[in-house]
């Protein structure tokens, strides 16, 4: 009798927590404001990003994360520009376990180019040792886009974690299903229409050199295999 009424009075189990890396330029802001809207009160906020680090002093705090990674809290949504690694370590965890991980990606040329754009507009020192440099050195958009301190993009943010992890990555060129498919994974419903919080007013009417994108594409050849993944797996009738 004991055990039939532990059963019949048993809590459900928690649901679990995931993650939502929020990729710079990648309709992030939008995002966040969303989930402000819909469940504020699981939204947790990680902007601790080691990009703003130096690539060779990143390894330490990495291999931390390998080996000791920080704990999901139940039912929680971990947003932010976070490296994954920082909460998944080395993926020996139990599956059963393990968060969901879901993104929104861009095309990286077009990343690359808003990135720079926004940079350029930030006059203030923002403690960034690539924005003092850029700023410093008054780079182009060449120069900024075939740094080594912005090649792959993407793939110095997933750094550790196989592109195989990821229940979901958006593409923001398809926002709407995108941001639908992110919440069914994470555990939202939501009727609102999409935002486009920072987006700039108008198109940018510059004239981009087509040999420019041809180079940027060579040089970021990991991030464009991972965008056109996401567009192969989730994008074009493959999932």
């Known amino acids: 009798m004991r055990g039939f009424m532990n059963t019949l009075f048993r809590q459900p189990a928690p649901a679990p927590g995931c993650l939502f890396v ?65 909460y998944l370590g080395d993926g020996t965890a139990p599956a059963a376990g393990q968060p969901a991980l879901v993104t929104i990606l861009r095309d990286p040329f077009s990343r690359l180019v808003s990135h720079y754009d926004f940079w350029k507009t930030q006059i203030q020192d923002t403690g960034h040792y690539l924005w003092r440099k850029m700023h410093e050195q008054d780079w182009s958009l060449e120069q900024f886009a075939l740094s080594p301190e912005m090649q792959n993009f993407y793939s110095q943010h997933f750094s550790q974690i196989s592109i195989g992890r990821f229940a979901y990555i958006g593409i923001s060129e398809n926002i709407d299903e995108s941001i639908r498919n992110c919440f069914d ?22 004239t981009i050199d087509p040999g420019l994108r041809r180079a940027v ?23």
Do not use: W
């Open 22 to 86: 929020h990729v710079p330029k990648c309709a992030g802001t939008s995002v966040r404001a969303m989930i402000e809207e819909i469940a504020a009160e699981r939204l947790v906020l990680d902007y601790d990003s080691y990009f703003r680090m130096e690539q060779d002093k990143r390894c330490t705090p990495i291999l931390g994360n390998l080996l000791r990674p920080e704990t999901v809290p139940d039912g929680k949504i971990i947003y932010g520009h976070y490296f994954p690694v920082k």
């Open 217 to 239: 594409e060579e040089f970021h050849a990991q991030d464009y295999l991972i965008y056109n993944y996401a567009v192969a797996r989730f994008h074009s009738g493959a999932a």
């Open 185 to 206: 994974v994470i555990g939202l419903r939501s009727a609102m229409q999409t935002r486009h919080d920072n987006r700039k007013a108008g198109k940018d009417e510059r």
